[in-house]
């Protein structure tokens, strides 16, 4: 396909903007073209066949465990991660313990 010249790309540009102005005056004008017309079922929603029901509200959860009055036990400082061992420890060769 031979490319187009822009004298005859800038003259199909200006074609198509003069068309689309024409149509646009049409429109602003209250000239409503067919194929933009809406029906009247389209301006209304659809009936919906399902039916809306009220959910029943929730229950209160229970706990689980029982809250106690005891101390919580103290963890092994192992537990932590601050103290992995210098294998776990991503990125970092030399890691320090504390």
Not at 31 to 42: E, F, H, K, T, V
Not at 76 to 98: I, K, L, S
Request: net charge positive; no cysteine; hydrophobic share 35%.
């Amino acid at each position: 396909m031979a490319k187009e010249s822009s004298e005859a790309k800038r003259a199909r540009k200006a074609a198509a903007k003069e068309v689309a102005r024409a149509r646009a005056a049409l429109i602003a004008a209250g000239d409503i073209p067919g194929y933009l017309r809406q029906s009247s079922a389209a301006t209304r929603p659809p009936k919906s066949r399902h039916k809306v029901v009220q959910a029943p509200p929730d229950r209160a959860a229970k706990a689980l465990i029982p809250p106690t009055d005891t101390e919580l036990r103290p963890r092994e400082r192992e537990q932590y991660a601050d103290n992995a061992p210098r294998v776990w420890v991503r990125g970092e060769r030399n890691a320090q313990d504390d």
